[in-house]
């Protein structure tokens, strides 16, 4: 499967201004990549107002990533903020090549932020299908709780979009390697570079790493696109020689 991860600036709570810029880079991709992935709230930053950018299922950047995923016959995934049912909520959409939409609510609210007081959090964990792989998207602070991320379901790829800031970025990296091997699956982490309203910088390290823990594509600190291909036959090789995940725990999740 060929991925773009596109680590960008983001303007802050401007969704049209983001929109605009983000498509000119999506515009700029080459044909034949199967997964464009972008960070966290893309459209607003990280945002705790969303009474003043949020919007509903049938808005205009859902309706702009369907159309975008119809006209490069990619699939793309972000988090925008959503309302819906009077409440509003960090949303994951994993939109298809169709315009087809399966979304995830972030379970894990970045309460230092106090996000759990302004978005309703998540339940469900998504897995979902996608070319023949099993692909577990989820979302920043998710990344910090590897119970609700295990690998029960033989998902092929475990995948985060964010808004990881500067100073904590030695946990980002280390915890996606982290990830990656416990659930000897592939991981990617999408994350933004700026600076937001509040002041909170932010330098990337979107990266792409493999079941052992190895760097496909490494971190740095630049607004940049960056392209390569997983191979899922390869990982079922060292899956198969190294059979670690049949002996994980078994446990349930409590609410």
């Known amino acids: 499967m060929k991925i773009a991860l596109i680590q960008s600036s983001i303007v802050w709570q401007n969704p049209e201004a983001n929109r605009v810029y983000l498509e000119q880079k999506i515009h700029s991709i080459p044909a034949g990549i199967n997964l464009i992935v972008l960070p966290e709230m893309f459209t607003t930053g990280f945002t705790m107002h969303p009474e003043q950018v949020a919007e509903p299922m049938n808005g205009k950047t859902v309706q ?69 792989w099993k692909i577990c998207p989820l979302v920043c602070y998710d990344l910090r709780f590897p119970v609700f991320s295990r690998n029960v379901e033989q998902y092929d790829l475990l995948l985060y979009v964010a808004s990881w800031p500067k100073p904590r970025i030695k946990a980002w990296d280390s915890l996606l390697v982290a990830r990656a091997i416990e659930n000897m699956s592939y991981v990617i982490g999408s994350n933004r570079v700026g600076e937001d309203n509040n002041g909170y910088q932010y330098n990337g390290h979107s990266q792409v790493i493999d079941c052992l823990g190895e760097y496909v594509v490494e971190p740095s600190e630049n607004e ?13 090789a060292v899956r198969e020689k190294l059979p670690f995940l049949k002996d994980k725990d078994s446990f349930e999740i409590q609410d």
């Open 64 to 132: 702009w990533m369907q159309a975008l995923a119809k006209a490069k016959n990619t699939a793309i995934t972000a988090s925008i903020v959503i309302t819906q049912n009077n409440a509003y909520y960090n949303r994951l959409l994993f939109v298809f090549p169709t315009g087809a939409i399966q979304h995830y609510d972030k379970r894990h609210l970045f309460s230092l932020a106090g996000e759990e007081k302004v978005y309703r959090r998540g339940t469900q964990k998504l897995v979902v299908d996608y070319l023949g």
């Open 224 to 236: 940049a696109i960056f392209i390569t291909t997983l191979h899922q036959s390869a990982q079922n």
